[in-house]
């Protein structure tokens, strides 16, 4: 059995993998494809999912392992590692550092180590359900607003949103005492470090959640998706983090109030 904190210092070995696999490509000569949905996939993309996978499988042989290149892998039936190579391929390939590479460790189908590596900002933020969070080692936690309209209120994917959901896009463009409209990862990361109080977002894969779950919950706070479920490989990737449950309430009040 792998302790816990054998699993930790794996995943930061891991980050560390995957943040210099990708600045060997970052702001150079991209190779681009397009996926069916026309995403963007990179030469980066694939290099670090590979380089993450070889690793696991050395050392977690009998896990299973679900990726956004390559697909799934199965184990054990118990454990599963998720990845994201680069959580933000549109940020990477136009040169933003806001780029992210996302690890989460599952355990019988649950979310319980999650890690967000921020490559191009040297950081790296950790979190293990029931054993707090950090940042590049030290720890970190939530703020403790409880109210909505005194939050920082970020809008990740606001233009599907909007799309999708032009009633409930207006109300956010009401709500929260500053707000901020943003993409992928790093939002729900600077929640977790206390200088963000909500995200609120949408059309995500299970890649893409999976890994901030833990993190924000180690850090105290809460997420779920739109209905207050909690996360799985089988969510339907619109979700809400907040700092406090009160302000997870308020959202989620805010969100279903036409339903």
């Known amino acids: 059995m792998v302790t816990p904190d054998a699993l ?4 930061m070995k891991i980050a560390d993998i995957a943040a210099e696999s990708a600045m ?10 397009f996926k069916q949905d026309e995403s963007p996939v990179t030469q980066a993309d694939k290099a670090v999912e590979a380089e993450v996978r070889t690793y696991l499988k050395q050392h977690f042989p009998g896990h299973g392992i679900f990726g956004e290149e390559h697909g799934q892998e199965a184990g054990d039936g118990r454990h599963m590692w998720v990845i994201d190579p680069i959580d933000g391929t549109r940020s990477f390939l136009s040169g933003h550092p806001l780029f992210g590479f996302l690890l989460a460790h599952l355990v019988d189908g649950r979310p319980r180590l999650g890690l967000v590596g ?15 969070a950090s940042l590049n080692g030290q720890p970190i936690e939530v703020s403790n607003t409880t109210r909505l309209d005194q939050s920082v209120l970020y809008v990740n994917e606001g233009d599907k949103i909007y799309r999708d959901h032009p009633d409930l896009f207006r109300r956010l463009m009401n709500a929260g005492q500053t707000r901020r409209f943003a993409y992928d990862c790093y939002p729900h990361a600077l929640l977790a470090s206390g200088h963000v109080d909500a995200v609120v977002d949408y059309d995500l894969q299970p890649y893409d959640y999976l890994a901030l779950s833990p993190l924000i919950t180690a850090a105290g706070g809460v997420m779920t998706d739109w209905h207050g479920h909690a996360l799985t490989l089988d969510s339907d990737g619109a979700v809400v983090s907040a700092a406090t449950p009160e302000l997870h309430a308020e959202l989620l009040d805010l ?4 339903k």
């Open 8 to 11: 930790t210092e794996h995943a």
């Open 24 to 33: 060997r490509f970052f702001r150079g000569s991209l190779g681009i494809e």
């Open 118 to 132: 921020m490559p191009a900002l040297h950081e790296t933020y950790l979190g293990v359900v029931g054993d707090g």
């Open 255 to 258: 969100i279903n109030v036409e």
